[in-house]
């Protein structure tokens, strides 16, 4: 079983950045796939970015590529969603997910943790 608890949102102006914690237990990292999603009223989930527990890889939605940077301290067992240059179409429910492999769907993450509210103020 993994556990998964998300914190770091916020109200923040267009502009401006966040960094997002997801703190995981259960399982080495290793051997996960770690993956933030994000949902706004009335929308589905969608993929942010993802990172690779062996390896290391991570890639990012387009929406969101060169304005975030994934981070991980394995002292931690932390993963980090760095987010900058913010607008307000970022806004939204950021969720961290895990699972066994790699995918930009989130119907293949089985762990989920509660989610994290970022609003962004124009």
């Known amino acids: 079983q993994v556990q998964l608890v998300e914190s770091g949102g916020g109200l923040v102006q267009a502009g401006g950045s966040l960094r997002l914690s997801c703190a995981f237990s259960?399982?080495?990292?290793?051997?996960?796939?770690l993956a933030w999603f994000r949902q706004s009223p009335g929308k589905e989930r969608d993929f942010v970015a993802l990172?690779?527990?062996?390896?290391?890889?991570?890639y990012y939605a387009e929406s969101v590529k060169g304005r975030s940077a994934l981070s991980r301290d394995s002292t931690k067992n932390t993963l980090y969603l760095q987010m900058n240059n913010l607008e307000p179409e970022d806004t939204a429910r950021y969720y961290c997910?895990?699972?066994?492999?790699?995918?930009?769907?989130?119907?293949?993450?089985?762990?989920w943790g509660q989610g994290t509210q970022v609003t962004v103020t124009s």
């Open positions: 259960g399982r080495t990292f290793g051997t996960l796939v």
């Open positions: 997910a895990a699972g066994p492999i790699q995918s930009f769907s989130d119907s293949s993450y089985t762990y």
């Open positions: 990172m690779r527990g062996l390896g290391g890889s991570t």
